[in-house]
């Protein structure tokens, strides 16, 4: 699970492992929902991370597993708010940087999650990425969730949301 933060219009809140830039990351333990395991990834804002949504579901095949990564966002922080953050690892610093600067400092396939995320937060929807493939539609399985209102959300139709990250064997 990764959690994009966008602050204003032209930086996004990143981790900063001595020098290594990243998104907030973590996992999703049982019982957990992604959103709930973001709150643990970030602590410090009075009334928790203020999530909207997934963005962007992505699928890589492993040799013998599937795994799936979902991406939240946030609605738009201040530098102010983003100051009282603490990142779960006590050797990660919570940095703002312009989001130019963080493209420039991630992979390739980084890059590619960052952009789509940022488009499917401009446009209301949820992106889905399959190996480093933006498919056009959801995959076969995944349909729209109603409780998102319109704002592109999804759901596997099963009643207890999965976990951000899941390992399937193939």
């Not at 981790?15 to 990834?41: F, S, Y």
């Not at 963080?102 to 488009?119: W, Y």
């Not at 596997?156 to 990250?165: I, N």
Request: aromatic letters at 2%; hydrophobic letters at 40%.
């Amino acid at each position: 699970m990764t959690i994009l933060i966008p602050v204003g219009a032209d930086a996004l809140v990143v981790a900063d492992l001595r020098g290594l830039i990243m998104l907030p990351t973590g996992a999703v333990h049982d019982g957990q929902t992604p959103e709930q395991a973001a709150q643990d990834v970030l602590r410090g804002a009075t009334d928790g991370l203020p999530l909207l949504r997934r963005v962007v579901r992505a699928s890589t095949q492993t040799r013998r597993r599937k795994v799936i990564t979902h991406h939240l966002a946030t609605e738009p922080m201040t530098r102010q708010a983003v100051g009282e953050l603490i990142y779960r690892d006590p050797r990660v610093d919570v940095r703002v940087l312009p989001t130019l600067r963080v493209l420039d400092s991630v992979t390739a396939e980084g890059q590619q999650r960052i952009l789509v995320a940022l488009q499917a937060m401009a446009t209301g929807t949820t992106a889905h990425i399959e190996g480093n493939v933006v498919l056009p539609s959801l995959p076969p399985g995944l349909q729209a969730d109603p409780s998102t209102n319109g704002a592109g959300g999804y759901c596997s139709g099963h009643a207890r949301p999965g976990p951000t990250t899941t390992m399937e064997r193939t």
